[in-house]
């Protein structure tokens, strides 16, 4: 019993974070389409949207990510009143080409913004990317430096069907960025960030190379193959088991419990789906989550929990020295969850 717990203080020291502030965040969200509206103009079925519970949707006319990218960065640079120049590294996120590939899209952003002392790489990792990023700056951060990580993506057609391209979630055009900084203060401070992985569980996004590209994109058919591959109860167990223990770990992290967690950000997904995932497993209250703005936004793709925070703060749904816990999970499989300490 003693080795037990030894190793569970051993794993919480590890998703411990100490001296990592949110300095500023920023968002660009596009005019968002009501899903009715959405229906009436025969962009989607009824059948499309049913489950999701998405009331509406952003969507990005005639501009592309990497520009909502710009406008986020710029918003979070002046919320954490810096210069674009005081950053160290950028990590840009994208899941979606947008058709524009072999293009370096974080060094644009990064010109754009004028940050020409930082450096610019850029991270992919589905639709946990946002918050994997964060992961990855940490240490870069604790060693002094002053990161900005940003997110981007639009969906659009005929690469992508947002309505019906992965059934159960409704994909939204958007851009986020935070700033994180050595010290306390600013928007919050992270708490603790647990991270972990099913490799396993990689076949479920896999697409057949023997098939020619066909146009919108079919996230269905790889999640059939794989679930059919691996087995439908082991992957539902293993999708429980490591998002359960990301959680746990967090909140054994941070110090707190999950009753005490003033607000639960989760990724936009439909909400069947986040029912079955997170919310029913997790045993999370509904109305403990910022799941009525999401609902109204759709899925950014790596974006929701960062969005998410700058929404929450912005917008008065939490208030200094409340706790808020982001959770986010990715094909792949990956599962990053972050606790924050909110700010003055």
Known sequence: MSKTRGSICMRARQDVVADVSIAGLGACLPEQLSTADAIAAGRCSEADV???????????ANTDGPALAVRAARQAIDD??????????LLY?????EGQLLWPV?????????????????????????????????????????????TADTFPAPQFNRWSSDPGTVYADG??????RPGSGGRGSILSLAETAAPE??????????????????????????????????????????????????LEGAGTASSDISLFILP??????????????????????????????????????????????AGGRVAPGDTVCALG?????SWSVMVVQIGN
């Not at 996004?205 to 790889?222: A, E, T």
């Not at 999970?329 to 499989?333: C, K």
């Open 201 to 250: 569980l990689e076949l479920m996004s896999r697409p057949q190379r023997d098939q020619p590209d066909r146009w919108p994109l079919d996230l269905r058919s790889p999640t059939q193959r794989g679930t059919e591959t691996i087995g439908l109860g082991r992957v539902v167990e293993t999708l429980e088991s490591r998002q359960a223990d990301a959680l746990e770990r967090a």
């Open 106 to 150: 974080g060094s644009f952003v990064q010109n754009e913004i004028g940050a020409h002392r930082a450096k610019s790489v850029e991270v992919r990792q589905m639709s946990n990317g946002g918050l994997a990023a964060i992961g990855l700056a940490l240490p870069h951060v604790q060693s002094g430096k002053t990161v900005l990580v940003v």
């Open 93 to 97: 996120v994208r899941n979606h080409d």
């Open 268 to 313: 936009n997904l439909g909400k069947a789906r986040l029912s079955a995932q997170i919310v029913g497993p997790s045993e999370l209250e509904w109305d403990n989550t910022l799941w009525s703005w999401g609902r109204t936004v759709g899925h950014l793709g790596a974006g929701d929990q960062i969005a998410g925070l700058h929404h929450a703060i």
């Open 329 to 333: 999970v990715g094909g792949g499989f």
């Open 175 to 180: 851009a986020a960025a935070v700033v994180l």
């Open 50 to 60: 049913r489950r999701t519970g998405i009331t509406s949707v952003c969507i990005a």
């Open 80 to 89: 954490a009143e810096i210069a674009a120049q005081d950053i160290d590294l």
